[in-house]
């Protein structure tokens, strides 16, 4: 037996024969003219572009317009002139369409690669995977991949394309071995709730693996090869079990969320597109606590427009039919940079130009969102949470900044709640320290663990020399939630936790002993969070022991 450990995409477990996913391979070799070979470049392209409308209207109709998106992102990067102009200058080297095109899409992914923000980075996949499309066309080899029996698909990584085309019910699980968890096949892979890893160390794909049977542990992210009759007894009972807590769980839904004692709290969803809106409802998430805008600049070649962004608001907030949403303004700067931003290099950026203090410098980019914002709350229960805030005066920049998109909007004759709530995320020492002042001018916290902790705590979160000093549960941190809580509560504002801890089995006790009114978690741990919180008698918990 051969084990392999790599990265969670999504829980769960596998057990079945792998099925290989190989990659295109090109040789170079001696094209037949560089006019010849860019006509076949142009008719290749065509046909993949009309092969990306098709995966669009299929993804539209199975997932829902923010999923397809991915295919019309996919069709503007085999359109674009600089990936043309790439294979035009490969071309020169009077070599074939098929090598010409594969080194262009490998050279923008470079670009890509080299790029600080995680997210830019995942796109070089997307570049490498249009490509890869151009030169299946181009050695008519597009026959796509499919499975006749259900398996266990194993590649390097896999076209979203092809995953949108099988047949879900044969997929048992997918190893993305060179994939990483935030490219966009992976993001599909856990809307479509299919038991996953990546980014696995020492394993060549290669077509001798096809037909292994093997186990994939997708909760303890890792891969068994040929594993032992014991093995596959003990892995066969963990997936009964998980299935079968799957099912139990759905007896959750549409319960309240209380306490053994009777405390009621509130679960909403952590989320970034419209499709996790639907993922929510379909867990019974009682709101959105957490809806990251940011993801809207980091998809766009240039700033998106008010009416652009109008529509991502709008559709979440008619999704959730009246539920709350809670959408965060625009969280750039550092992991996560965006070219046309054109912000400073920095050797510190977590605590350099970012959040807010990109809207006080540039306010226009800010009015644009917060008209978009107050437009889509006409369509439903929306609030708009702010985040990095330190300062009073950053609060009163932000109530000014409301006051203006509101103004413009009545000048345009738009409809808009005029009472939308404006919230802060506490995320930093400052703004739990001066929370007391804060809850007097805004209509909620919500208490952002990760960031919080890290800069509680003076260490770096993902530093992976300091994953061991790191400790969210620090009586530091606990202090700092129970403050926070206390003076929300003193003015009667609501608070919540959107960070990891907000799901943790030790926290969630305390957390529900000081009142914590919301936990906002991924769609997928709804339920079995309400089941935890069901079982906890607040009555039993101590709270000096999380903070003496």
Same mark, same amino acid.
């Given at each position: ?47 993949t572009i009309q092969a ?233 998430s009682e709101g959105i ?128 709640? %005029?009472?939308?709530?404006? &919230? !802060?995320?506490? $995320?930093?020492?400052?703004?739990? @320290? =001066?929370?007391?002042? +804060?809850? /007097?001018?805004?209509d909620f916290f919500s ?43 003193? %003015?009667?504002?609501?608070? &919540? !936790?959107?960070? $990891?801890?907000?799901?943790?089995? @030790? =926290?969630?006790?305390? +957390?529900? /002993? ?35």
């Amino acid at each position: 037996m051969r084990t392999y450990k790599g990265l969670r995409v999504f829980e769960g477990y596998a057990l079945g024969k792998l099925k290989v996913y190989e990659t295109l391979k090109v040789e170079k070799i001696v094209g037949i003219g560089m006019d010849e070979e860019f006509k076949r470049f142009e008719q290749a392209r065509e046909e993949t572009i009309q092969a990306l409308d098709k995966s669009f209207m299929e993804t539209l109709s199975k997932l829902g317009e923010e999923e397809a998106q991915l295919f019309e992102t996919h069709k503007l990067m085999a359109e674009d002139l600089d990936f043309e102009d790439a294979v035009k200058a490969e071309l020169m080297g009077n070599v074939s369409a098929e090598y010409a095109v594969l080194r262009a899409g490998e050279e923008l992914a470079t670009m890509f690669s080299s790029m600080d923000d995680a997210y830019m980075k995942e796109r070089a996949n997307d570049v490498k995977e249009v490509a890869n499309r151009i030169v299946s066309f181009l050695k008519k080899e597009d026959k796509g991949f499919n499975l006749t029996e259900p398996s266990i698909i194993i590649c390097d990584d896999l076209p979203s394309s092809e995953l949108m085309k099988l047949d879900k019910n044969l997929i048992l699980g997918i190893i993305f071995v060179k994939g990483g968890a935030n490219s966009h096949v992976s993001i599909l892979t856990r809307m479509l709730e299919i038991p996953a890893i990546c980014s696995i160390e020492d394993l060549e794909v290669t077509k001798d693996l096809d037909g292994e049977y093997s186990i994939l542990d997708a909760s303890g992210a890792q891969l068994l090869i040929g594993p032992e009759m014991k093995s596959i007894t003990l892995y066969a009972q963990k997936k009964k079990e998980y299935e079968d807590n799957k099912e139990r769980l759905k007896a959750f839904k549409g319960k309240p969320t209380l306490t053994k004692d009777g405390k009621k709290t509130m679960i909403y969803s952590n989320i970034a597109s419209s499709f996790e809106a639907e993922n929510a409802i379909k867990n019974d998430s009682e709101g959105i606590g957490l809806f990251r805008s940011e993801f809207i600049y980091l998809d766009s070649k240039d700033y998106p427009t008010e009416d652009e962004q109008f529509e991502h608001y709008k559709r979440v907030v008619e999704e959730m039919k009246g539920k709350e949403v809670i959408i965060r303004t625009l969280d750039i700067g550092a992991d996560k940079k965006i070219d046309y931003f054109d912000l400073p290099e920095e050797e510190n950026p977590a605590l350099g130009f970012r959040s807010i203090r990109i809207c006080l410098k540039r306010p226009e980019i800010f009015a644009t969102q917060l008209q978009a914002l107050y437009r889509a709350s006409h369509y439903g229960n929306l609030a708009v949470m702010i985040p990095m805030i330190i300062s009073e005066s950053e609060i009163d920049f932000v109530h000014e900044m409301c006051d203006l998109a509101k103004d413009n909007l009545r000048k345009r004759g738009l409809p808009f709640n %005029e009472k939308m709530k404006i &919230g !802060i995320m506490v $995320e930093t020492p400052s703004a739990a @320290i =001066m929370s007391d002042v +804060f809850a /007097k001018k805004v209509d909620f916290f919500s208490i952002g663990t990760n960031d919080l902790s890290q800069y509680t705590l003076a260490i770096d979160r993902v530093n992976p020399n300091l994953t061991a000093n790191f400790n969210p549960r620090h009586r530091s941190i606990c202090r700092f939630i129970k403050m926070v809580c206390e003076n929300a509560h003193q %003015e009667g504002i609501t608070v &919540g !936790i959107c960070g $990891e801890l907000a799901r943790d089995e @030790i =926290m969630l006790p305390f +957390f529900l /002993k000081i009142g914590i009114d919301e936990l906002s978690v991924s769609p997928a741990y709804t339920l079995s969070l309400r089941e935890q919180i069901s079982k906890i008698d607040t009555n039993d918990v101590d709270v000096d022991k999380y903070i003496y």
